[in-house]
């Protein structure tokens, strides 16, 4: 075990040319660690590296969420079947540019990694029934066309609105720019009433962009069925309440809801999935 | 020279005095030195590298691909004049981490120290009981105790330990205090600025551009400069009109109490004016009850 300023390696993985995932703990829709946690599960990579969190996270205490002590946490993990890197961690509260120099570090210089993805979920304002669009964000020109290939659109135009503040994967796309290391924020679509709740339809969406971008031959079938599963859900919860029923009409005919009409979208379903669980 | 800094140029310059800010209340301090900077017409010639300090505050993308990240930036100025060379610095932000904060500190006096800096001067706000018609006074505050009989000849000026109740003592909060504390540790003489600013307005971020003038005025003789400062008279005008509008929404009970502070005396030397201490504290109270009601509310 090798220990660094800041981090623990206690494995050597052997890597050809990987590339890198990195998602984020919290996330829209709980996208980044669903996605991480599948691939964790599906691929088996070796856990060998991670970062000590002081420094990086305020220690003052910990959080409890859902009656259970939190702790941050972030782990790099290797395959070395599919040559592929992938780093789950929660956002650091401090010292951010520090920790995300500190990924790359890692990645490139012990990983040899040229190319990584970022995963990240955006609100939208569309119904559950409509396809996900994944849209990305490259810091190398050369990343756009073989991601349009795949579907993902590449076109976006943003500018932070004010009082809002860049995320963190966009930091990390401009240091990893700096350090001429391609990569792109992968983000995908989740309609508002499932962002505080589960959406398998966009893990199986930047799923489907990862498995195609680095032949990671991924059997769907598992979060095909939770998608049936959800949509059946949701299909019962429209029969029982009419407004549930009309107010996502209204979107897939791709009518704008009130605050009001929308907020009460949201309750309902998230009440009623919440339950079922 | 540290990694951190970026240099444009390496002014040559006869035994500059510092001039430093970084917002804070009212902006007091940075609307006075921008203000300083753009009337001396001063010129950029470093500054520190963001973003080991700051988390970026704003991203543009366009067509798809990262353009920029944009940080609060920390740049220094500098200016010949007939009378005293001066550099300036302008923080857009103070670090939230105490220690970036102490390390920003230290890049801006060892950039200073390197071009011969003589002495240091920061502006900031000095939050009081004062009524917002009145002239700002400015409070001053030297790193060294050779420096106090001087402070007390500046004009519209008190210093700390004139002010009643206070014995002398305060805090300065932030890095217009600590550089001011750093400097003293490297046997640099330097003084803190601070522009009055009512309580009540305090609490709201506007700016307060008429304390700014007032500490331009003290410092602006010290420095042996002729500034025209009347920008921010109109500036000052144009804050108060918009200070006036709210105060009359104001209950008319909390106004009166308000409108006493313009009697209130916090000075020791001065004659006991028609506020006791005893009513000074009740207003503040009163006033203050308000504003907290008030905040809830919105």
């Known amino acids: ?277 | 020279m540290n990694e951190s800094l970026i240099f444009y140029q390496e002014p040559k310059l006869e035994k500059p005095d510092l001039v430093a800010a970084w917002p804070g209340i009212g902006n007091i301090g940075i609307i006075a030195l921008s203000t300083l900077r753009e009337a001396l017409e001063a010129e950029l010639f470093a500054e520190i590298e963001p973003w080991r300090f700051f988390y970026p505050h704003a991203l543009s993308i366009k067509d798809g691909e990262l353009e920029s990240l944009r940080f609060p930036e920390s740049k220094f100025y500098f200016k010949r004049t007939g009378t005293k060379d001066l550099l300036l610095f302008i923080g857009g932000e103070q670090p939230s981490e105490v220690m970036k904060g102490y390390e920003m500190t230290n890049l801006v006096l060892e950039v200073a120290l390197n071009l011969g800096c003589q002495r240091v001067y920061t502006a900031a706000a000095a939050v009081a009981p004062i009524h917002h018609t009145l002239r700002p006074r400015v409070w001053a505050v030297p790193n060294r105790q050779e420096l106090v009989a001087e402070t007390r000849r500046y004009r519209n000026t008190i210093l700390m330990g004139d002010i009643e109740g206070r014995g002398g003592q305060g805090t300065i909060t932030g890095l217009n205090g600590l550089l001011l504390g750093l400097a003293k540790a490297r046997d640099l003489p330097g003084i803190c600025l601070l522009g009055e600013i009512p309580v009540y307005i305090s609490q709201f971020p506007v700016p307060y551009p008429k304390a700014s003038k007032s500490i331009l005025e003290v410092l602006t003789d010290n420095l042996g400069l002729t500034v025209d400062l009347s920008s921010l008279d109109e500036q000052a005008q144009e804050v108060e009109r918009n200070i006036e509008r709210f105060y009359h929404l104001i209950p008319e009970e909390i106004r009166e109490r308000i409108d006493q502070l313009k009697h209130v005396s916090y000075i020791k030397e001065e004659k006991p004016g028609a506020i006791t201490e005893e009513d000074k504290k009740k207003i503040m109270q009163e006033v203050e009850e308000f504003f907290k009601k008030r905040g809830k509310q919105d």
């Open chain 1, 1 to 277: 075990m090798s220990e660094g300023h800041g981090f623990k390696i206690y494995g050597t993985p052997r890597l050809q040319n990987p590339c890198l995932i990195v998602g984020w703990s919290q996330d829209v829709g709980g996208l980044g660690p669903k996605v991480l946690d599948f691939l964790i599960r599906k691929l088996q990579p070796q856990e060998f590296a991670q970062f000590n969190p002081a420094g990086f996270f305020s220690l003052a205490g910990v959080p409890v969420e859902d009656n259970v002590i939190q702790f941050p946490q972030s782990k790099f993990y290797a395959s070395e079947e599919k040559d592929l890197l992938l780093f789950q961690s929660d956002g650091p509260s401090q010292t951010h540019y520090e920790f995300l120099m500190l990924i790359l570090d890692i990645a490139e210089q012990i990983c040899k990694v040229k190319e990584f993805y970022t995963i990240g979920g955006i609100i939208s304002l569309m119904a559950h029934t409509s396809p996900r669009r994944v849209s990305a964000v490259v810091n190398q020109p050369l990343l756009k066309k073989p991601l349009s290939e795949y579907g993902v659109s590449i076109n976006l135009e943003y500018q932070t609105p004010l009082g809002a503040r860049p995320t963190l994967s966009s930091f990390l796309l401009w240091v990893a720019q700096r350090r001429n290391i391609a990569g792109a924020n992968l983000w995908t679509e989740i309609p508002f009433y499932l962002a505080a709740l589960e959406d398998p339809r966009a893990y199986k969406q930047v799923l489907s962009v990862l498995d195609q971008r680095l032949n990671l031959g991924i059997d769907f079938a598992e979060l095909e069925q939770e998608i049936e599963k959800q949509n059946r859900q949701i299909a019962e919860l429209k029969e029982q309440e009419g407004d549930v029923h009309r107010y996502i009409t209204m979107l897939e005919r791709g009518i704008m809801l009130s605050e009001k009409e929308s907020e009460v979208l949201a309750n309902k379903v998230a009440e009623f999935l919440q339950k079922r669980d």
